[in-house]
Nanobody, 128 residues
Framework: QVQLVESGGRLVQTGDSLRLSCAASGRTGDDVPMGWFRQAPGKQREFVAVISQKGALTYYSIAVQGRFTISRDNAKDMVYLQMNSLKPEDTGAYYC?????????????????????WGQGTQVTVSS
């Protein structure tokens, strides 16, 4: 069983930076890719970023490319999302998720169905 706990979300202003953290417990470590999703009120959950098991590969949504950076520290079982130049449209609940880690997982990296463990979410609000 895997448990994921996000932290770091809060109210910030446009242009600010924020770092989210995800603490993983259970059988994770460097076993599977780890991702971040977000969900704004009234909208579907959307893919934000994912990082491979060892951290060599990272993928981002077009909306956050160049502003957000995903990283992981396998020794500490932690995953991070550094968010810079925040915009009001970045507002939402941010979720950490563990990918199933199937072969060629990257081909379906944006699909939430490819992630089988989720955290409870942390709220990020960006004021204009």
């Amino acid at each position: 069983q895997v448990q994921l706990v996000e932290s770091g979300g809060r109210l910030v202003q446009t242009g600010d930076s924020l770092r989210l953290s995800c603490a993983a417990s259970g059988r994770t470590g460097d076993d599977v890719p780890m991702g971040w999703f977000r969900q704004a009120p009234g909208k579907q959950r959307e893919f934000v970023a994912v990082i491979s098991q060892k951290g060599a590969l990272t993928y981002y949504s077009i909306a956050v490319q160049g502003r957000f950076t995903i990283s992981r520290d396998n020794a500490k079982d932690m995953v991070y999302l550094q968010m810079n130049s925040l915009k009001p449209e970045d507002t939402g609940a941010y979720y950490c998720a563990a990918n199933r880690g199937y072969t060629e997982w990257y081909k379906r990296r944006t699909a939430s169905s490819e992630y089988n463990y989720w955290g409870q979410g942390t709220q990020v609000t960006v004021s204009s």
